[in-house]
């Protein structure tokens, strides 16, 4: 058994071959108690403390239990994979995907395949974060790959090392504002009047509420002052302005509405 499974106890039963394994079983935080009702034919069920009770003291034939084959209950990965789904709710992927830190970028290997006598590698992220496949993988697998290289890394912290080049969060945010700021500046362009547009402005930056911090009267003044640029206007405002501007439209008008 893995770490995350372990036996606390094996009984043998009153039949030849028959044997029951107690199970403690730590996924995420989470432990639940199973039973493992082994009874030599190639087959086993997996009891709750609740259902083996049910069962086995109380004779309810009805009792809930999962039928697996002795080759599942075999396999450290295969039962872990099993447990996952039934007990704890968890998405059962297609591929069992190890990302594995090799001194030059991230390793990408399926658990549930092998080759050459070890898991079978499907990527390579190299360490400036380009993604290299060469082994067929599912669209799951695919966008789980291409999430953990566009955001995540492995480090070994007794070194201070990563595998892959840091996020730099600055320029996807930067990105992301700037197809904010088209989708808004093709909404100004639809105002079809100066009440419109200030009324806009008005509303974006709170400026109906009593406590409002920012100075609406100027915002609308400098949209002229501007010629009516929207990106020269939006530069020529505060952080603190930018920053409103972005997250009501984020809220309210996010790209695609």
């Known amino acids: 058994m893995n770490k995350s499974i372990v ?5 043998s039963g009153n039949k030849p071959s028959e044997q029951f394994d107690f199970l403690s079983i730590q996924i995420e935080n989470q432990t639940i108690i199973l039973v493992a009702h082994l009874r030599g034919n190639g087959y086993v069920k997996l009891f709750t403390l609740q259902s083996y009770y049910e069962y086995f003291v109380l004779n309810q034939e009805d009792a809930v239990c999962q039928h697996i084959d ?5 396999s450290n990965l295969l039962l872990e994979r099993f447990i996952k789904h039934h007990y704890f709710g968890m ?4 591929e069992e995907l190890m990302f594995g830190f090799m001194g030059n970028g991230v390793s990408v290997c399926d658990k549930l395949r092998t080759q050459n006598h070890d898991y079978m590698q499907v990527a390579h992220i190299a360490s400036n974060r380009k993604v290299t496949y060469c082994n ?4 799951e697998g695919w966008a789980r790959i291409e999430k953990f290289a ?3 890394n492995i480090a070994i912290d007794s070194q201070g090392i990563s595998a892959l080049s840091p996020v730099n969060k600055e320029i996807i945010k930067n990105e992301e504002n700037r197809k904010l700021l088209e989708h808004i500046s093709s909404r ?8 419109d547009l200030h009324n806009e402005i008005c509303v974006a930056f709170n400026g109906l509420s009593k406590d409002c ?5 100027n915002l609308i003044s400098a949209w002229y002052r501007n010629e009516c640029d929207f990106i020269r206007w939006f530069n020529s405002m505060l952080p603190d302005e930018q920053e409103q501007f972005l ?5 309210h008008f996010p790209i695609g509405s």
């Open 91 to 94: 998405p059962l992927f297609q």
């Open 247 to 251: 997250k009501y439209y984020r809220k």
């Open 136 to 139: 067929p993988i599912s669209n």
């Open 188 to 195: 100004f362009k639809r105002k079809r009047s100066y009440l």
């Open 213 to 217: 911090k920012f100075d609406v009267n």
């Open 70 to 74: 002795q080759a599942t209950y075999d």
């Open 7 to 11: 036996i606390l106890e094996s009984i």
């Open 150 to 152: 566009e955001s995540e």
